[in-house]
């Protein structure tokens, strides 16, 4: 079983809409820190450190899928299940399971690269192979 | 081909993140403005509109499906093509194409449900069957 | 001295801005979050158990001052230090101090004030005088 | 009567709370966005652009103050007039007024300064003093 990580969200009235229940991209939001979480748990410095010893700026998102089974509103704690379920060449596939309890709210994978900026132009970002090192750390 | 409509988009500062880029959660934050501007445009009321007149509290999401190509940054415009692709019993599924210019910045669909109010306990939400007024005012 | 509650926020990847410091906004989202956080651990219940029992919606602002110090960024752990500096009539005023360790990074105000919706019209909100027995839980 | 430009916004669901109106620090995002507005309408590149002839990573806040004096909801369009009031030698001051139609929804200052990476410590940034060639593009 891939290593798992937990990252706990209160969940806040500014994160819930009109019907009163979590605007949606804030659970892709979540996930997001969820992502950073696993790896500096695993032992990974944060992307800022990682931008000036190896020009690493990020891990952008190739492709997400989520379901959604219940809503979620402020006051309420809920958890952020985060682990990595398949390691390819240039790109790694998250799960997460977000609960409230044992109640699954919603169920997500995201497809991610590792990327540096382009040396032939700044303004653009470029994937880069898997780092093996860091990988050793996450598994 | 199905009824589109466009949406657009101008990209802050705010809306990007230490890589520089847009921050991809707000790729699902504008396709969500984009389907309520979508159904705004058929001539549907906005939710706060249904909910005094049919209880519709809005169409909050089942799943999503986002694939990334290409980052964008502040000071760009963007546009989201909206469509309806299905419409089942009680969900029915949009497809929005994000564009910058020619370039696909990425591409996803939402599964929604229209929810009223539990009338059994307010605090919960309950999917309806497709109300067949406002899918023939969108097709 | 009065009555001050701790909340604490791990800042996150897309807090943060192109300079790669908390965008400003976030800060704000963070004192709603600590007022919220301090009336429920005065013992008042959230708003949407107070909208059934009394009608009141929130405590919506009426004014914010805040200076910035020192920024914020991802990874860090930050605390928010939450009291009621002055009760009036209608409203009263929030002093927040957001610090990481001893530093002070920024600290504000806010004005703010119950509300129900308008009886006259349920798409307003109106400002009740203060709850005495909602002031008694908090001070 | 100092240079005035505005900037417009369609206020979506996802920026509205679950009292159904527009989440106060929403505000100050497009305060944020209206401020950039200004200067890309007065001819001032953008930060990206900044950063790599000048240095200048952007304009962060020193102060805000806002009055809240309307709400508003989503499917309304607001406008934010935005200009300078205030020039200092290290630091300016924005205006930013925020109407729907004849109705001021909000108004509100801030205090920002242009700042550079600190040389000394690429994580840290340092205001710099105002530049003389952006302020006469801007008045």
Redesign the interface.
């Known amino acids: 079983m891939p290593r798992t990580t937990t990252y706990t969200v209160?969940v806040?009235?500014?994160d819930?809409?009109?019907?009163?229940?979590v605007?949606?991209?804030?659970f892709?939001?979540w996930m997001?820190?969820a992502s950073?979480a696993f790896f500096?748990q695993c032992g990974v410095p944060?992307?800022?450190g990682l931008v000036?010893t190896r020009g690493i700026?990020?891990t952008?998102?190739?492709?997400?899928?989520?379901?959604?089974f219940k809503?979620a509103?402020?006051?309420e704690t809920i958890e952020v299940h985060t682990s990595i379920e398949e390691w390819a060449a240039k790109t790694f596939r998250h799960r997460h399971v977000v609960r409230r309890g044992n109640d699954v709210l919603c169920e997500g994978t995201e497809v991610r690269a590792f990327?540096i900026r382009d040396p032939a132009n700044?303004?653009r970002?470029k994937a880069i192979p898997l780092p093996e090192d860091i990988k050793a750390l996450c598994v």
């Not at 819930?16 to 229940?21: E, R, T, V």
């Not at 952008?60 to 959604?68: A, M, N, S």
């Open positions: 209160n806040t009235f500014g819930c809409d009109p019907a009163g229940i605007f949606f991209p804030n892709s939001r997001d820190s950073l500096m944060p992307w800022r000036k700026v990020g952008p998102l190739l492709e997400i899928h989520t379901k959604f809503p509103t402020y006051g990327v700044a303004d970002i």
